[in-house]
């Protein structure tokens, strides 16, 4: 059950990765697809986030590392948007 839950996300999240690379979709299809995949990483960062706030109350060094990590990835996902969509569109112009 676990591979078949991994499968189908992995073929979700890379099909729309690809899809919305392509500048022959239409953008009524691309568009949402960019906010589902900016969503369901928003709501895994943020979820580290809120889990490391909780963890400080417990473990100080703890939830540092985990509030270290979820920065880490936000930050990383910001240059990923940036290098994949922003800067794409501005050599295209």
């Not at 099909?15 to 239409?26: F, H, M, P, R």
């Not at 895994?44 to 417990?58: D, H």
Request: proline share 1%.
């Amino acid at each position: 059950m676990e591979f078949l839950i991994e499968l189908v996300i992995d073929l979700v999240l890379e099909g729309s990765l690809e899809v919305s690379k392509n500048k022959k979709i239409s953008k009524f299809i691309r568009y949402p697809l960019i906010a589902i995949i900016i969503l369901f990483f928003a709501i895994v960062i943020f979820g580290l986030m809120f889990i490391g706030i909780i963890c400080l109350k417990n473990s100080i060094v703890g939830g540092l590392i985990i509030l270290l990590f979820s920065i880490l990835l936000l930050i990383m996902a910001i240059l990923k948007f940036k290098k994949i969509y922003l800067e794409k569109r501005v050599n295209e112009k």
